[in-house]
């Protein structure tokens, strides 16, 4: 069974410029939450969808926006990157809508660096 | 506002001793609590979860103790290896928070042969 996938691992952007990170969840997982990582301030969540629905947001400007696909996909996007929004990006995904312990597993992250 | 804090940012153990990570919190609505074990540059890998209702969960080498009153838990391995060298982080989830962790700043723990 594939865990959650996502991609790029690796991004270098430049301030100013938007970005998409993708994040495929485990096959039959509908729901996928974001974080974002930073040596400041720790893993913090972002938003979380289920059924192409976000279904919680944290505290972040809307800069950050997310959606999720119809297969389950889910991608966020950053606009007009910040030096500060240098960060591992994780998701994970989990099997429904009922909170954690259903499977909730994370992906590898990506790593992004803003230059 | 820290709701989950994990005071101590790092821990050394010898081999075979007993590592023990604290976790403390704030939010009464927590009901849920979960421990995790990272590696740089990789995501947080599920170690051990324990419920409100419970004050102790134990899988193997690890046991969760949770303490409601106080407001805390801890996390103890034993015997502590080598290979449990590795950033631990303790998260919170609330009964209305769909599938939202609150993590805590994570203790590396560095287990000496």
């Known amino acids: 069974k594939a865990g959650v996938t996502q991609t790029p691992r690796y991004l270098i952007k430049t301030r100013g410029q938007q970005v998409t990170l993708s994040c495929s969840p485990i096959?039959?997982?509908?729901?996928v939450s974001w974080y974002q990582q930073t040596p400041g301030q720790g893993l913090q969540f972002l938003f979380e969808?289920?059924?192409?629905?976000?279904?919680n947001k944290g505290n972040f400007p809307g800069r950050f926006s997310g959606r999720q696909f119809s297969n389950s996909r889910s991608e966020m996007n950053v606009s007009t990157l910040e030096l500060g929004d240098s960060a591992l990006y994780l998701c994970?995904?989990?099997?429904?809508?009922?909170?954690?312990?259903?499977?909730?597993?994370f992906g590898s992250g990506t790593r992004l660096t803003v230059v | 506002d820290q709701q989950v804090k994990q005071n101590s940012p790092s821990l050394s153990v010898q081999e075979g001793r007993i590592s023990i990570l604290n976790c403390d919190y704030t939010n009464s609505m927590f009901d849920y609590f979960l421990w995790y074990k990272k590696y740089p540059a990789e995501g947080p890998t599920f170690l051990i979860s324990?419920?409100?209702?419970?004050d102790k969960n134990e899988d193997g080498r690890f046991t969760v103790f949770l303490n409601k009153s106080a407001k805390h838990l801890s996390l103890h391995i034993v015997p502590s290896q080598p290979g449990d060298s590795a950033v631990y982080f303790c998260?919170?989830?609330?009964?209305?928070?769909?599938?939202?962790?609150?993590f805590g700043g994570g203790t590396r723990l560095m287990v000496k042969p």
């Open positions: 994970a995904s989990s099997l429904g809508a009922g909170g954690i312990g259903y499977g909730y597993t």
């Open positions: 998260a919170a989830s609330g009964n209305n928070a769909g599938n939202m962790l609150t």
């Open positions: 969808y289920f059924s192409e629905t976000q279904r």
């Open positions: 096959s039959g997982h509908r729901s």
């Open positions: 324990i419920s409100s209702i419970k």
